[in-house]
């Protein structure tokens, strides 16, 4: 019964799968045998060679089926474009790392190449996959649908990638690049228009003149972990009502100081009244009462490495905890591309993301020595990550791709603190924000009674010690040693 309810709904569309599965269930046993049996057919990849039709593969191919596209120049059947109405994917059959030169240039390329044409994905497909593919001089139009693009090329002297209407689109760890042959740059790596929405993660634009990502009208984006080099104009624009979130991305430093190549973000606000005229003098006496206010309460926080600088922003550090953890839960956090990033970044700066319990801690390198000791005082198990909410999408994606049947639940989420970029830590404890306190080891003390007969519950005041004491090197955080 399963097995009907599931061929029915991903190889067959069946809108109403319940009604179906009844039928089908009434049925004879030959019936059951040709679900089967066409479930297998549809499973079964068909290979295009370089030469064949690729337009002819896809009016062949049936729904939800794969095509895979074969090493070597493929450029015949691209007349008028092609049209992609039903779910597909169109894989790469090559090893990611297989790149081959260019003909005519000489250029280090993927192995699965298409050529001068464009792909149009219309409201029909619902999900189609692309990848570990090389479309030159190529444009990719998604105007419907959920498209996902991974481990690709796209390059063209115009713009790349357009996505408009609802379309839902995912662009992972590719290269965008505009202008080929004479031409050096392209107009626009991405532009979303009407109500499409993007998820651009662990990409790289390379050569635009108008902007790497433009999002327009009621169009949404979310672009993190991203690498543009060689921009002559914007790396990104938001034009209202449209709305982007921008999270660690960098840019090359071929490209000039990031400030010339700024996200331009635009809102329409409209004001009722009149703006508010401020003489120099009366601005000029709120600003002084505002320093010496942030002063009078901020200087006894403040070190001498910290004088004249403004106050930093907190980011909150989650800790969550999941239902489960088999292996593949362990493998995909320890090895999956979506945290890769973040495992280079801490293993550059000799920290280790998983800890001798066994939880894993994903936090921006500057915070870990200060995130790990905030968790000395926590009793941590295989099943817990520890994680900036910078990197929450990232885990989120990664174990997103865990089949559903090993049901790993994220239980629970717990803000436990607030990190500033600077290696400064405030813990979060039944609400109340704590600095953590670094603690004498408990030989190097008068021992307590209160330590003594409430093990867990107190601990021994002496062994509390000054936080300006950073010389001493028999000190402890919670009765651990510290890095």
Not at 396 to 401: G, P, V
């Amino acid at each position: 019964m399963d097995l009907a309810w599931r061929i029915g709904s991903e190889y067959l569309g069946w809108e109403d799968e319940r009604a179906r599965l009844v039928e089908k269930m009434m049925g004879t046993k030959s019936e059951m045998k040709s679900l089967l049996s066409f479930a297998r057919l549809i499973g079964a990849p068909q290979q295009v060679h370089p030469g064949a039709s690729i337009r002819a593969a896809i009016a062949a191919a049936p729904r939800w089926s794969t095509i895979m596209i074969m090493p070597g120049w493929h450029e015949r059947g691209f007349a008028d474009g092609l049209v992609i109405d039903k779910p597909l994917r169109i894989l790469g059959a090559a090893a990611l790392d297989d790149l081959r030169p260019c003909g005519w240039s000489g250029e280090m390329r993927k192995a699965c190449r298409l050529v001068n044409c464009s792909m149009t994905f219309a409201p029909g497909c619902r999900k189609c996959l692309l990848h570990n593919l090389d479309f030159f001089n190529f444009t990719l139009e998604c105007g419907g649908g959920d498209v996902t693009i991974t481990h690709c090329a796209v390059r063209s002297n115009d713009c790349c990638i357009e996505a408009w209407g609802d379309c839902a689109l995912t662009l992972r760890h590719c290269q965008v690049q505009g202008g080929f042959g004479a031409t050096r740059y392209g107009l626009c790596g991405v532009r979303l228009t009407e109500q499409a929405s993007a998820f651009v993660v662990a990409s790289h634009f390379d050569g635009f003149t108008e902007c790497a990502i433009h999002v327009q009208d009621q169009a949404w984006a979310h672009v993190e972990g991203n690498r543009f080099t060689c921009m002559s104009g914007s790396i990104a624009r938001a034009s209202p009502p449209a709305s982007m979130r921008y999270v660690n991305n960098s840019l090359d430093a071929e490209s000039g100081a990031l400030e010339d190549h700024e996200v331009v973000v635009q809102e329409n606000i409209v004001h009722v009244d009149e703006a508010t005229q401020i003489q120099p003098q009366e601005a000029a006496h709120i600003a002084t009462e505002q320093y010496v206010s942030w002063t009078l309460f901020n200087a006894a926080s403040l070190s001498s490495s910290d004088e004249g600088r403004p106050p930093s922003s907190f980011e909150p550090v989650v800790l969550h905890r999941y239902s489960r953890c088999p292996g593949p839960f362990h493998a995909i956090l320890n090895e999956g591309d979506e945290l890769e990033p973040v495992r280079a970044a801490l293993a550059e700066a000799g920290h280790s993301w998983q800890l001798p319990s066994g939880a894993k801690v994903f936090v921006h390198p500057e915070d870990f020595s200060a995130v790990r000791a905030s968790l000395a005082a926590r009793s941590l198990r295989p099943h817990h990550v520890v994680v900036s909410q910078a990197f929450e999408p990232l885990v989120r994606e990664a174990l997103a791709r865990l089949p559903s049947r090993l049901h790993v639940d994220d239980l629970q989420a717990e803000h436990i603190a607030l990190a500033d970029g600077h290696g400064d830590v405030v813990c979060v404890q039944r609400t109340f924000l704590d600095i953590p306190r670094l603690l004498r080891s408990a030989q190097s003390v008068v021992q307590s009674t209160t330590e003594a007969h409430h093990v867990g519950a107190a601990q021994n005041p002496r062994r509390l010690c000054p936080l300006s004491d950073e010389g001493d090197r028999d000190l402890r955080f919670h009765g651990q040693a510290l890095d």
